[in-house]
């Protein structure tokens, strides 16, 4: 069974068909990238997946279970976190309260009086565990608003990470940055998710981080799903090189 499934996922804005009866399967432990050009409906598809908007049409399914139509926190506490395409950070705390506050947002008896000491303690370890694994260790003390673009971004990741997730989400994790600091950006990913276990959908325009990290990929176009496969299959599709102009050499 899938782990993730869209069936006809829609989306509508008045006239505009943002996302167009997407139908996608993701598999546990999977790393799929979801790809297209501007305005092909990439985000809005992870926004309606995440619960930030209601779907027009159609449904989604995580764990077997229907998720599209509920808020956005019944649908973290489920086991799904995300990423944005704007850096979603509290820019004067610290990077490790940043992080604790995340983790804490998925413990149970986090808002409880009694027991808070053990949550406390619980999200601290998650939050320095997510940050070694993004190599943010050295930065934990440091105010996030005084962290480089790509420290930031990969802050945000760290957030995700220590909400113990099924499903990571990232929206454009490497947007802004600079060649060098997308290049570590993939490296530090990569390792992390080298352990296996973790299942991760990736929206992503640099199609070099794409194929550095993805094992299937899907394809949207003007709200609506062009191709889907691995990452040879999508290079070969015509109609891909069509959207792309020109394709990926």
């Known amino acids: 069974m899938p782990l ?5 996922l829609t989306r509508r ?13 993701v598999e546990p432990g999977e790393i799929r990238a979801v790809i297209g050009p501007n305005g092909a ?6 926004n309606v997946i995440t619960g930030v ?12 279970e229907r998720i599209s139509g509920l808020p956005v926190h019944e649908v973290a506490q489920r086991g799904i976190a ?36 053990k949550v406390l303690a619980q999200s601290r ?12 260790t050295r930065f934990s003390d440091t105010p996030a608003r005084n962290l480089s673009h790509g420290d930031q971004r990969l802050l945000e990741v ?15 994790p490497t947007q802004g940055l600079s060649i060098e600091e997308t290049e570590r950006a993939v490296d530090i990913l990569r390792q992390m998710l080298a352990g296996g276990g973790l299942t991760v959908i990736l929206v992503e325009h640099d199609m070099e981080v794409v194929f550095k990290l993805a094992e299937k990929i899907t394809v949207l ?16 599709d015509a109609q891909v090189q069509s959207a792309y102009l020109g394709g990926f050499e």
């Open 41 to 46: 409906g990439k985000s809005t598809l992870f």
């Open 13 to 25: 804005f008045g006239a505009l068909i943002a996302v167009d009866n997407v139908n996608m399967a």
């Open 82 to 117: 995300r990423t944005f395409q704007l850096t979603h950070l509290f820019p004067q705390l610290t990077a490790r309260e940043n992080v604790r506050i995340a983790a804490q947002a998925r413990l149970e008896g986090r808002w409880a009086m009694l027991g808070g000491g």
């Open 125 to 136: 370890r998650r939050a320095d565990e997510a940050l070694e694994q993004l190599r943010l």
């Open 4 to 8: 993730l499934e869209c069936i006809r």
């Open 158 to 172: 760290a957030m995700a990470v220590a909400q113990a997730p099924i499903l990571l989400m990232l929206d454009e």
């Open 53 to 64: 908007l209601k779907p027009t049409d159609g449904e989604a399914f995580f764990n077997g």
């Open 221 to 236: 176009h003007r709200g609506q799903v062009i191709a889907d496969g691995t990452p040879d299959e999508v290079k070969a």
